[in-house]
Structure formats: C-alpha cells, structure tokens
C-alpha cells in the first residue's frame, strides 16, 4: 500500500516561494503518475501539476504554469512542487497523488488517481 506524506505548507507573502514536498512510502515515484492538486476554501480541487513514472512528460495547469514546477528525487523516493511569485489566490490545501493508469487529459481528473496525501496547507498574505 502507497502511502503519501506531504509537507512544506505555510504562510508565505504574496510574491514569495515555497517548496512542498511528497515522500512516498510502499511503492517508488518511477512506477507512478504523481501530480499535484489543491483545494481552496468553496471551490473544487485543481490540478496543478503532473510527471509520469519515466520523469517525463510533465505539463501543468493553467493557473501556475511558469509559476510552479514539479519535480522529483528517485533516490528519496520524494515528489516536489517548487512554487515561485505566489498570490493570494494559491491560498489552498495541496496534495499529491498517485496514479497508474491516466493518459493527457485523463490525468487532470482527480478521481483516475489511486492513492492520496492527506495534504499540506499553504497560505498566502497580502
């Protein structure tokens, strides 16, 4: 059983960064789809970000695509989501997720990802 540990949330100022990270236990970052979504208070989850087992093929959502970047450490067996020039509007919980079995768009829907993190808070001041 994957089980997923995120951390590296905070309260952070406006145009400011923050480094989350996903230490994956139970199974290696190079067997999985591993993405990134967050939740925001009243709103539904949002992909974010996404990297197949390969390492490659990594795209990202609308909304932080050149602001945040997604990345891994085999040898940690640790997923990052690297975010940069933050706004108050990625005020949100983040999570990472595990999946065998997406493909493109498929991935950007939440429900195609097996195992979940139980989130990390990230706050964002103005």
């Known amino acids: 059983q994957v089980q997923l540990v995120e951390s590296g949330g905070g309260l952070v100022q406006a145009g400011g960064s923050l480094r989350l990270s996903c230490e994956a236990s139970g199974g290696s970052v190079m067997d999985y789809v591993t993405s990134w979504f967050r939740r925001a208070p009243g709103k539904e989850r949002e992909f974010l970000a996404r990297?197949?087992?390969?390492?490659?093929?990594?795209f990202y959502g609308e909304s932080v695509k050149g602001r945040f970047t997604i990345s891994r450490d085999n040898a940690k067996n640790t997923v990052y989501l690297q975010m940069n020039r933050l706004k108050v509007e990625d005020t949100a919980v983040y999570y990472c997720a595990f999946g065998t079995a997406c493909l493109g768009a498929e991935c950007y829907d939440g429900s195609r990802y097996e195992y979940w993190g139980r989130g990390t808070q990230v706050t964002v001041s103005s």
């Open positions: 990297m197949r087992g390969s390492g490659g093929n990594i």
